[in-house]
């Protein structure tokens, strides 16, 4: 399968304890977004990578979230000292550089803070 | 905010056209329709895009008003597997720029 893959599919765990996310784009795909949604809503902007630089942060992301896409390829989003309101679906999509902008996106990971 | 309004949900029988509107009066002249759908548990899929001319590929068509105020989504025979939450975004194509989800519209289809 030559999608966007995410990893973990599912993580549970305790509210202060760190968590980090895997999202691996489409092969030569530049660009690179997180996205979050929550329960009957639609996916929030979190943020956006063009290669490796990280071009747009949604005031969504506080300071306990970082992302990182070294090398323009794969991303990482690691939230700290998790709270029960992180709980939610964190999305990863995919884009070419082109007109069409098609975002592709992957399964994402569900977090569950207890 | 996102730019458009959607009902919040719809259903159609299984077989038939479900037609999904989507109004977008301050929609800008550069920014495209685009078309997503969300089936439960699953990242969002896109489905087709129009500026101004009406648009059709293998999974819908795109009918957008000549004012460009509104457009309907056309599913010509939908199935079961359609059920989902459709999302109408206004988005200005080419930018790299995020997608502003509204909450869509809940298609249930029926048997």
């Known amino acids: 399968d030559t999608g966007v893959s995410q990893d973990p599919r599912h993580k549970i765990t305790k509210r202060g304890q760190n968590v980090t996310f895997r999202c691996d784009p489409i092969?030569?795909?530049?660009?690179l977004y997180w996205y979050r949604q929550t329960l009957g809503q639609g996916p929030e902007f979190l943020t956006y990578f063009q290669n490796e630089a990280q071009l747009e942060k949604s005031r969504l992301l506080s300071d306990r979230f970082s992302a990182e896409r070294p090398k323009g390829s794969f991303s990482t989003l690691e939230i700290q000292r998790t709270e029960q309101g992180d709980s939610a679906m964190y999305l990863c999509?995919?884009?070419?550089?082109?007109?069409?902008?098609?975002?592709?996106f992957g399964p994402g990971t569900r977090l569950t803070v207890l | 905010d996102a730019k458009t309004t959607q009902p919040p949900s719809m259903d159609c029988a299984e077989g038939r056209a479900a037609n999904l509107p989507c109004n977008h009066s301050t929609i800008s002249g550069n920014e495209y329709v685009y078309w997503y759908r969300q089936i439960h548990s699953q990242g969002p899929q896109y489905i087709i895009h129009?500026?101004?001319n009406n648009e059709t590929n293998e999974m819908a068509s795109l009918i957008i008003t000549e004012d460009r105020k509104s457009s309907t989504l056309i599913l010509p025979h939908a199935t079961l597997r359609d059920t989902a939450v459709y999302y109408c975004?206004?988005?200005?194509?080419?930018?790299?720029?995020?997608?502003?989800f509204g909450t869509g519209t809940r298609l249930a289809v029926r048997p």
């Open positions: 092969s030569e795909h530049n660009r």
């Open positions: 999509a995919s884009s070419p550089q082109t007109s069409t902008d098609e975002q592709f």
């Open positions: 129009g500026l101004k």
């Open positions: 975004i206004a988005f200005e194509a080419g930018s790299g720029d995020k997608l502003t």
